[in-house]
């Protein structure tokens, strides 16, 4: 999702991926990681993002886009649980990324392990649920 203050541009008209690439973009970008699925996203396509702002944290994002003209991508729950959806100064426009392919290794030592198993059964759960 894209999120962005209402009467951003964006939040007029199909949101292309060109055009939010072009947009000055808030990223939420925890302590050492590097890109996301966006930035490798938009690579692929020949884009990059024009990274304004970025901050280690989502709980500061709906004070600032509300207040900006920088746009920031969020998981739907993201938003849904930051309040992005009440807030009446913000809009939340869908953007189409290909789905994203969750891949879960262990060692094989611990295939029978029961706290191991019990860890891999709630960490499938709560990705089938998002």
């Not at 759960?125 to 998002?130: Q, V």
Request: aromatic letters at 4%.
């Amino acid at each position: 999702m894209c999120a962005m203050r209402r009467g951003h541009m964006l939040a007029r008209g199909r949101l292309t991926l060109d055009r939010f690439a072009a947009a000055k973009h808030l990223v939420v970008r925890p302590a050492g990681q590097a890109s996301n699925l966006i930035d490798h996203v938009l690579e692929s396509r020949g884009l990059e993002r024009r990274m304004a702002l970025t901050v280690d944290q989502f709980l500061v994002v709906p004070a600032i886009i509300s207040s900006t003209d920088l746009v920031a991508a969020l998981l739907r729950h993201t938003a849904e649980q930051l309040g992005v959806l009440q807030n009446p100064h913000l809009v939340l426009r869908s953007l189409a990324l290909p789905p994203v392919q969750a891949t879960l290794l262990w060692h094989p030592t611990m295939t029978h392990h029961k706290a191991h198993r019990w860890m891999r059964e709630i960490l499938v759960d709560t990705c089938r649920a998002l």
